[in-house]
């Protein structure tokens, strides 16, 4: 019998040139992203005015709960409906999420990157408290570092 295989999750913020900038504490895998990124940064505060922020799908309300120009989200897919059997994104609107797509997938190499230290992608038995975070911490660090 196979034990379930918990994952864990954390807010990584990177730049275009994949370094990155923040990485948050860790959270268990049920938790989702929009909740985590709420928890992290308050909405009250203005964390994303000054700075281009891009983000997935995954962090529906952003752009109603936090103050900025640069946050840019991806367009959903409508829904099909009985008035609307055909329903599908515009042209313009699958040129943006491509050109958004192309921007994102450095962020998604970065946090490839830090990956690459096996521990972060083997199941962890360590269980020192919050160790986890420290961890992922290193990693982010050693992967800016190799950039460098």
Known sequence: MEKKDHTLKNIIIASLSKLILFVGRTF???HHDYAMLKAEFPSDQPWFETIKLLVDLGFQG?????AGQGIQLP????????SRPDAQLTDQQKLENRALSKVRILVEH???GIKRYGILVQPFRNRKENFQDDVIAIAAGLW???LL
């Open 144 to 146: 800016n570092f190799w």
């Open 110 to 112: 970065a946090i490839g």
């Open 75 to 82: 367009y959903k897919k409508p829904r099909k409906s009985k």
């Open 28 to 30: 268990h895998g049920r």
């Open 62 to 66: 952003i752009q109603t709960d936090y």
